[in-house]
Nanobody, 120 residues
């Protein structure tokens, strides 16, 4: 298993969750990492990414509420999600990213995601 996300659950609107994703990579510290999500009946969408140097980018709808971080010693990327909204309900996935001037592209097959359900 190369990518394994965990930490999801059922939470009320306004609540918080912290997702983790362990990547089986020999040089994790050299990988840009991203979080994606897929809601029922919708396409998977990019949520946030963190570069090797620690710079971050977020989808507009999660800015100020979500924080992506990484622990290279543990080959783990995190997504702290605060002030959750029902529209954040989705299966969340992480992946390694290849970043070019044209954009960022996922590198690995999708691993197991983690379900986040936000009740109103």
């Amino acid at each position: 298993v190369q990518l394994q996300a965990s930490g999801g659950g059922l939470v009320q609107a306004g609540g918080s969750l912290r997702l983790s994703c362990v990547a089986s990579r020999s040089r994790f510290s050299g990988d840009d990492m991203g979080w994606y999500r897929q809601a029922p009946g919708k396409q998977r969408e990019w949520v946030a990414q963190i570069a090797t140097g620690g710079s971050t980018n977020y989808k507009d709808s999660v800015k100020g509420r979500f924080t992506i971080s990484r622990d290279n010693a543990k080959n783990t990327v995190y997504l702290q999600m605060n002030d959750l909204k029902p529209e954040d309900t989705a299966v969340y996935y992480c992946n390694v990213l290849a970043t070019f001037s044209s954009g960022a592209y996922v590198v690995l097959p999708w691993g197991r995601g983690t379900q986040v359900t936000v009740s109103s």
